[in-house]
């Protein structure tokens, strides 16, 4: 896709940087990709990646807003409780950026969704059940899965790319199921502070810039970063992948 003038404008400021280039805007622009979940996550996820070209986004949602979700959800508003949150996600994405095609899709994502016409999936759901399906259907699909998840003061960030290569772990063999009672680990029983979903969500579009058009790059599949907003400390973690995990094993 050839950029034009009004794009050379409104990327002006990254098609400059070193690696990025015309061509790391172009091939923005024709990738395309789904978000799982316009909440914390999805919130900054949709605006970040709407304002940064992406040509095609997806976001599903099947929940609606509520004044809970106010101190971090931050595309929705007071006048707009009750509305469906897919929706709302996708005309604030749109006001930001008018030239991207950008559709909203109020279903819950299961075992059944095709996401076979993506380039690119970002995980910002906050069920454990969602995140399994995520993580197989991406396996499945060889799709790059760029999950986040944030509860209290602290936050994860993933990239996931077993389908593509099959010495990277998937969030399965990290995260296994278990029969255990899992500890609290959402927003709504464990709380939640408003900026570590935004630095978070800000993380996973980095990651689906750099995967998708910086000429070089390392990519950070196979490692999990860790954040804590209390002691202000990122660490980064090499993972292992598991040779008995059910889902990317076989």
Known sequence: MMLNDDDLNRYARQVIIPNFEEEGQEKLLGTKCLIVGAGGLGCP??????AAGFGHIEIYDDDTIDLTNLNRQIAHKNNKIGYDKAKNLVQECSKINPNIFIKSNSVKLD???????????????DNPETKYTINLLSH?????????SAVQMEGQLAVWKSGLNTNYPCYECVFPKTEEKAPISNCRDAGIIGPITGLIGSMQVNEGIK???????????????L????SQSLDKIKLTKNQKCPVCSL
Do not use: P, R, W
Request: glycine share 8%; with cysteine; net charge negative.
């Open 111 to 125: 075992q059944f969704t095709d996401i076979s016409n993506f380039d690119l999936i970002f995980d910002c759901s």
């Open 45 to 50: 996820v949709g605006l970040y990646a709407s």
């Open 140 to 148: 499945l699909s060889k799709k790059t899965l760029i999950s986040g």
């Open 211 to 225: 995967e998708t058009a910086l000429k070089n790059y390392q990519s950070s599949a196979g490692y999990l970063f």
């Open 227 to 230: 954040y804590d907003g209390l």
